[in-house]
């Protein structure tokens, strides 16, 4: 797509918002000093550069927001949000949580969140012991589309959904690591899934290890814990379970409910008790996608990956209020049906995947805003499959 249709795209629907510079040091060009006074401040949609320091949390809500840190931000307390529309969004990017946060259950609390949540790079420090439990690092209920991408998180992550709300997680390229607790034998699982559907792509996921005594279930924890109708596709993936002791954990497991559980054969699960518990794995031949991020003046990218002979077509579009199902598809599309462009239509060839790039205008205006990928695969092997959703967000 060259930088003049891209501009006539996202300008045609909107999407540019207002920045606001946050730098706990007043350094020039700063409008606040604080993150909550920022937040409390700014217009629904507003883009919030921060620069390096250390920041307290703060709560939002019916209020959209893009969130970028440099590299040095560090938060110390919990990032709220509630009760955002379909038209409002939230994307936080390049920030580290430090330490455990007493009196709040997760570092980022999500609920209820119609709209697409991005959190990019996203980092934690626990601060807690062997002996002591951790903050979840995400607690994601009722989101309709949230990525999670590129992050490094230790503590468990819980998504899930209630009351026929449609919930939908992907995450791609991530390090989920659940929290061990050797002293007393109850450590977490890395990802917690209570309904919804759930994507994990070209990711690690570890439970947390237990200590000796198995009289309160599994001394070692599962990489992954489905309830309830979960959907779980897990593609170009390692999960296991924890380590640290000889009694249990598995990859995957499912306690409550019938959870749906289909794996590519890319993936691997490694569990002391056994590869899953509760469900039964679907294993076939499945795409998967990933994609890149870029500044203003770089380039975004999209990189499918299928079985040889394939045939592919990548398209690319902003994100939806809603998923969106295509009669013959089972996975649905995160863009708008209106909102895309078909971008390159190819066959998969050995060692060379079909991509697309995007060139990005030198515009600060352009900085929040994001592009969804998908690639609708077909072939002897695959039949006729969507991929996973992709993100490429100018940063």
């Known amino acids: 797509m060259r930088p003049a249709r891209l501009v006539a795209f996202v300008v045609g629907t ?36 921060v620069r390096p320091g250390s920041y ?16 040095g931000v560090t938060i110390t307390d919990q990032l709220a949000f509630d009760d955002l529309g379909t038209s409002q969004s939230i994307v936080l990017r390049d920030l580290h949580f ?8 997760a570092l980022i609390s999500l609920t209820t969140c119609r709209g697409p949540v991005l959190l990019d790079h996203i980092t934690n420090t626990p601060g807690c012991s062997n002996a002591t439990s951790c903050n979840p690092a995400v607690y994601a209920w009722r989101c309709a589309q949230l990525v999670v991408r590129d992050c490094t998180l230790r503590g468990p992550v819980q998504v899930g959904t209630n009351h026929g709300f449609r919930s939908a997680t992907t995450f791609e390229n991530c390090s989920l690591t659940g929290h061990s607790i050797p002293q007393v034998a109850s450590p977490t699982p890395a990802l917690s899934i209570y309904d919804g559907t759930v994507q994990i792509v070209s990711s690690a996921l570890t439970g947390g290890g237990g200590g000796p005594n198995p009289l309160f279930g599994p001394a070692n924890e599962s990489g992954i814990v489905a309830n309830y109708t979960a959907d779980l596709r897990v593609l170009d993936s390692t999960i296991a379970s924890g380590t640290a002791a ?49 500044p203003p003046g770089g ?12 045939l592919v ?20 599309f995160w863009f708008g049906m209106n909102t895309y462009f078909a971008h390159t239509i190819g066959v998969q060839q050995s060692g060379t ?17 994001e592009l969804v990928w998908h690639a609708v695969c077909y072939g002897a092997a695959t039949g006729l499959q969507n991929s996973n959703p992709a993100i490429s967000l100018i940063h």
Do not use: C
């Not at 606001?20 to 937040?39: C, E, H, K, M, Q």
């Not at 307290?56 to 590299?71: D, I, Y």
């Open 246 to 294: 000889t009694f249990g954990g598995w990859a995957v497991a499912a306690t409550v409910g019938q959870a749906v559980f289909r794996i590519d054969p890319a993936s691997v699960l490694t569990g002391l008790a056994g590869p899953t518990s509760g469900l039964t794995p679907q294993v076939g031949a499945m795409p998967h996608l990933l994609a890149t991020g870029a």
């Open 14 to 49: 909107s999407v540019l918002s207002q920045t606001f510079v946050v730098d706990a040091a007043n350094g020039p060009g700063t409008n606040f000093t604080s993150l909550p006074a920022a937040v409390a401040a700014v217009p629904d949609g507003a883009v919030l550069l």
């Open 299 to 310: 380039t975004l990218t999209a990189t499918t990956a299928t079985e040889d002979g394939d």
């Open 56 to 71: 307290a949390g703060f709560t939002a809500a019916q209020k959209g927001l893009v969130v970028l840190g440099e590299p």
């Open 313 to 332: 077509a990548l398209a690319v579009g902003l994100p939806g209020p809603t998923t969106t199902t295509v009669p013959g598809i089972s996975d649905p």
């Open 353 to 369: 995947p079909v991509s697309g790039a995007i060139a990005v205008p030198s515009a600060t205006a352009f900085e929040g805003v």
């Open 98 to 105: 430090q330490g455990a946060v007493p009196g709040v259950y």
